[in-house]
């Protein structure tokens, strides 16, 4: 069983910047694969970045490639979601979620075993 927390969201002027974090429970954190995903009122979730369990592999949806970057740190079981250059169309409910499969399709939801409650971000113009 993996417990996941998620912290960082809040209000920020469109152009900022925001750092999640992620915090998983359990001593097999590094044997996950994370990702992360979010959903906008009235619309379906969406996948914004994964990472695989040793870092090496990050992927990304177009829509944040360049401005996001995901990160973890086994050590502290932690996964990080590092926002810049912030716009509207990125306000969203963000939640962080982990796979042990090594294989996951990593934007697919139903791939992943644990979902965190999530953390509100709001980009204002």
């Known amino acids: 069983q993996v417990q996941l927390v998620e912290s960082g969201g809040g209000l920020v002027q469109a152009g900022g910047s925001l750092k999640l974090s992620c915090a998983a429970s359990?001593?097999?954190?590094?044997?996950?694969?994370m990702g992360w995903f979010r959903q906008a009122p009235g619309k379906e979730r969406e996948f914004v970045a994964a990472?695989?369990?040793?870092?090496?592999?990050?992927y990304y949806a177009d829509s944040v490639r360049g401005r996001f970057t995901i990160s973890r740190d086994n050590a502290k079981n932690t996964v990080y979601l590092q926002m810049n250059s912030l716009k509207p169309e990125d306000t969203a409910v963000y939640s962080c979620?982990?796979?042990?499969?090594?294989?996951?399709?990593?934007?697919?939801?139903?791939?992943?075993?644990?979902w965190g409650q999530g953390t509100q971000v709001t980009v204002s113009s």
């Open positions: 359990g001593r097999t954190f590094s044997s996950y694969a």
């Open positions: 979620a982990a796979t042990s499969n090594a294989y996951a399709r990593y934007a697919k939801t139903d791939e992943y075993d644990y």
């Open positions: 990472i695989s369990w040793s870092g090496g592999g990050t």
